[in-house]
Nanobody, 123 residues
C-alpha cells in the first residue's frame, strides 16, 4: 500500500509564508499527477495546484503568483511554497497523488489522500 504524509502547516500572519511537504511511501513504482487541495469550513474541497510527473503545473486562479508547487522525484516528495498568505487561504490542506505501485506479480494504480495539515492565516 501507499501512504502520503503532509507536514509544514501552522499559524502565520497575513503576508507571511509557509512551505508544505508531502512525502509518499510504500511500494511505489511511479508517482503520476500530484496535487494540493484545501478545504475551509463550510466549503467544498478545492484544487490549489497540481504537478504532473513531467513537471507541468496548474494553479487555481486565487493562488497564481503567490504559491509554487514542486516535486523531488528522488525523495517521492511534493512541496507547496505559499507566499503572501491571506486570511482566505485558511483551510486544511490535503496532498493527493495518483500512484502506480507494486503488487506482486503486477502493478496497480490508485489515488491516495494524505491526512491533511491545518493552515491558519491571521489578519
Amino acid at each position: 500500500q501507499v501512504q502520503l504524509v503532509e507536514s509544514g502547516g501552522g499559524l502565520v500572519q497575513a503576508g507571511g509564508s509557509l512551505r508544505l511537504s508531502c512525502t509518499a511511501s510504500g511500494s511505489i513504482v511511479e508517482l503520476n499527477v500530484m496535487g494540493w487541495y484545501r478545504q475551509a469550513p463550510g466549503n467544498q474541497r478545492e484544487l490549489v495546484a497540481s504537478i504532473a510527473s513531467i513537471g507541468t503545473t496548474n494553479y487555481a486562479d486565487s493562488v497564481k503568483g503567490r504559491f509554487t508547487i514542486s516535486r523531488d522525484s528522488a525523495k517521492n516528495t511534493m512541496y507547496l511554497q505559499m507566499n503572501s498568505l491571506k486570511p482566505e487561504d485558511t483551510a486544511v490542506y490535503y496532498c493527493n497523488a495518483d500512484v502506480t505501485y507494486r503488487r506482486w506479480p503486477t502493478k496497480l494504480r490508485n489515488n491516495y489522500w494524505g491526512q491533511g495539515t491545518q493552515v491558519t492565516i491571521s489578519s
